[in-house]
T-cell receptor, first 109, second 114 residues
Framework: QKEVEQNSGPLSVPEGAIASLNCTYS??????FFWYRQYSGKSPELIMSIYSNGDKEDGRFTAQLNKASQYVSLLIRDSQPSDSATYLC?????????FGGGTRLMVKP | GAVVSQHPSWVICKSGTSVKIECRSLDFQATTMFWYRQFPKQSLMLMATSNEGSKATYEQGVEKDKFLINHASLTLSTLTVTSAHPEDSSFYICSADSGSDTQYFGPGTRLTVL
């Protein structure tokens, strides 16, 4: 069974710090990787997608992928209280997403 | 771009009634739509994959006769919860594949069955 693992947290960081969110996956055939942000009571919102090894930066967000280690991470620089949410890692191995359980991030002013 | 809508956003119904939830891709055509359910403080659980013009593929443990899915066009999929009971109360979220292996989520429908 395809699995995506995340630390449930909560991960607490002070405002302005870097938040590091990690995710591992079991299916070596996975090709596409996504990070979604979900605020309480809301649906997930796509933040980043990454398809090849290395880093991909978009504003304050950087996604990192290491297929050999089956590991994908999300870095949030200059964390803001508005970044407080649950971050879901999702892995696509053939037109279907498998979600991790999510990591709850708390950014304290 | 890539906007997905759901209707209604909130519904309360009596036990035994049926509820229909609509999912629309507003600015793109989606050959594949997905239906998820999320209970409080839990992650998303995929219920079914809906392909336009064909029968939906249900995940293990999801009753296809209870959760009826119709994907009538490239922009509309519906989920009907038949004979709803309190244990069906949940947050139902649809997503649509834009064709680039990226899923965009609707805002969700919160169902409360009394």
């Amino acid at each position: 069974q395809k699995e995506v693992e995340q630390n449930s947290g909560p991960l607490s960081v002070p405002e302005g710090a870097i938040a590091s969110l990690n995710c591992t996956y079991s299916d070596r055939g996975s090709q596409s990787f996504f990070w979604y942000r979900q605020y309480s009571g809301k649906s997930p919102e796509l933040i980043m997608s990454i398809y090849s090894n290395g880093d991909k930066e978009d504003g304050r967000f950087t996604a990192q992928l290491n297929k050999a280690s089956q590991y994908v991470s999300l870095l949030i620089r200059d964390s803001q209280p508005s970044d407080s949410a649950t971050y879901l890692c999702a892995v696509d191995a053939g037109n279907m997403l498998t979600f991790g359980g999510g990591t709850r991030l708390m950014v304290k002013p | 771009g890539a906007v997905v809508s759901q209707h209604p956003s909130w519904v309360i119904c009596k036990s035994g009634t049926s509820v229909k939830i609509e999912c629309r891709s507003l600015d793109f055509q989606a050959t594949t739509m997905f239906w998820y359910r999320q209970f409080p403080k839990q992650s998303l659980m995929l219920m079914a994959t809906s392909n336009e013009g064909s029968k939906a593929t249900y995940e293990q443990g999801v009753e296809k006769d209870k959760f009826l899915i119709n994907h009538a066009s490239l922009t509309l999929s519906t989920l009907t919860v038949t004979s709803a009971h309190p244990e069906d109360s949940s947050f139902y979220i649809c997503s649509a594949d834009s064709g680039s292996d990226t899923q965009y989520f609707g805002p969700g429908t919160r169902l409360t069955v009394l």
